[in-house]
């Protein structure tokens, strides 16, 4: 069939015409070549498997001795780590043990720096509720009472010695003569804080 197109080339259609294959009865010859090309390619595939599986299987192995061979440190390391574990446990308890404690060294030092003169200490018992504390006093002056409420009140205003106390009292006075002078003896009691 013959076609006329009058058209200038740049505005004919450009169809594209279905070519058709005349058989010619001969297999493509390409076909002889792309078969034994993919069956190489697989045995590649596989041989490269094969050494890779290898290869990973010895450095397996390797990491697997190793790994055993570590075993008895592991088992030190884990020991360790008890007893690590144990000793934080101990000292946790004890720095709660002693932020509980009362420093009585503390207190006896501010109870040696407020003491006036003419007072002096007989007694001093301590035990888990309560300080007692027996003193005497002695002035020439007859200040007896100003001087106690004065030791009372310097120890009260005093933090670092009253925080452990929720009370700190006068609870008992007698009055008593030797050789014409007047000595007074006190009790003081504070109750200490629970803790």
Known sequence: MIEINL??????SKAKRAETVKPTGKQPVY???????????????????????AVKGRQLASLDNKWRSLEQRRKEVTEFKKEFDAATNNINTIQQLTSQRINYAEKLNKLSLYLPKGVWFVDLVLDQKNMVLKGSVVSLQKEEFNLINGFIDSLKKDYGFIKDFNSLELSSIQRRVIVAYDIVDFILTGTQKAK
């Open 7 to 12: 058209l200038p080339p740049e505005l004919r």
């Open 31 to 53: 076909l002889f070549y792309i078969i034994p090309a993919l069956l190489a390619l697989l045995v590649c595939v596989h041989v490269y498997v094969a050494v890779t599986d």
